[in-house]
């Protein structure tokens, strides 16, 4: 699935780095697209990047939990990273932070995806 404003970059650990840019139905399908491909990839720690989004879909934020669950079972995790506070205070006041990693930064989420790794 090729989505424009989606780009995967594979770190070390079976990590990988999801970005999605644009307005809010480019970055559901962003989400989507970058979840299929680490999928394929067999990825065990996941950052999305969403930081441009001011708003993610009902679905997208399913395959978001979805996607957290399956690498928790699988011994990894998945970061989500979001600036905008509106949306920041969303997704804790909505439950969505007690089943994925929100970062305020791209920083912030890779140093605790690097915590991880050396665990």
């Avoid at 399913?62 to 509106?86: F, I, K, M, N, Y």
């Avoid at 929100?102 to 605790?112: P, R």
């Amino acid at each position: 699935m090729q989505v424009d404003g989606v780009r995967t970059l594979s770190l070390s650990g079976g990590a990988y780095v999801v970005t999605c840019s644009g307005a809010h139905r480019p970055v559901d399908e962003g989400i989507a697209a970058g979840l299929v491909t680490t999928r394929a990839r067999d990825a065990v720690f996941v950052i999305v990047d969403v930081r441009e989004a001011r708003r993610i879909g009902v679905v997208a934020l399913a395959r978001l939990l979805g996607e957290s669950q399956s690498l928790r079972h699988a011994g990894g995790d998945l970061w989500l990273v979001v600036t905008d506070p509106r949306l920041l205070r969303e997704l804790e006041t909505d439950g969505t932070g007690a089943n994925i990693h929100l970062e305020a930064t791209l920083a912030g989420a890779v140093e605790a995806l690097n915590d991880r790794l050396v665990a």
